[in-house]
């Protein structure tokens, strides 16, 4: 079975090089970035301006190959690729959830953005606190590790 996507926009941020940037929107606050949305799209922008947050599906498109293992940044263990947010991925997908500041034409400006500029942008989905939210009881490996999250950026492990 082949699955074709295309993208919709183009994900528009300061991180030119994957080295330092922040490894989650957690760690990104108050960065800035733009979406750029292609003609075709723009329709579907309606009734989006009433979301304070949207969820950005996008492709890891300078992620080559993949691991089963990885050792994650926020860890010196190797871990199962599924218990982690590495990019190195069988389907190389991301997922970020950001501030939708506003929406000028075909342009979403928003805000603790933690994606590598020119990252092709797949679906976008607004972030409903009752969907999206819930109550966790296990946190896994990562329990206790997110405390300093501004602080610990991306680096050339997932080249």
């Known amino acids: 079975m082949q699955i074709k996507f295309s993208p919709i926009g183009i994900i528009k941020t300061p991180f030119i090089s994957k080295e330092g940037m922040p490894i989650q929107p957690g760690g990104a606050e108050g960065i800035k970035g733009e979406i750029e949305i292609f003609p075709e799209f723009v329709p579907g922008l309606a ?4 979301f304070s947050h949207i969820i950005l ?24 690729v599924f218990s982690t947010r ?8 991301g997922l970020s959830v950001v501030k939708l500041i506003e929406i000028r034409n075909n342009i979403l400006v928003v805000e603790n953005i933690d994606i590598l500029d020119k990252t092709p942008l ?3 989905k607004p972030y409903i606190p009752a969907f999206d939210i819930h109550k966790s009881e296990k946190y896994g490996w990562i329990e206790n590790r997110t405390k300093d999250l501004d602080k610990i950026k991306s680096d050339n492990r997932f080249r």
């Open 57 to 80: 599906l996008y492709h890891f498109h300078e992620s080559n190959g993949f691991d089963l293992k990885v050792k994650p940044f926020l860890d010196k263990k190797q871990r199962g």
């Open 86 to 93: 590495a990019p190195k991925r069988p389907n190389p997908i």
């Open 122 to 124: 797949m679906d976008i």
């Open 47 to 50: 009734d989006l301006d009433g």
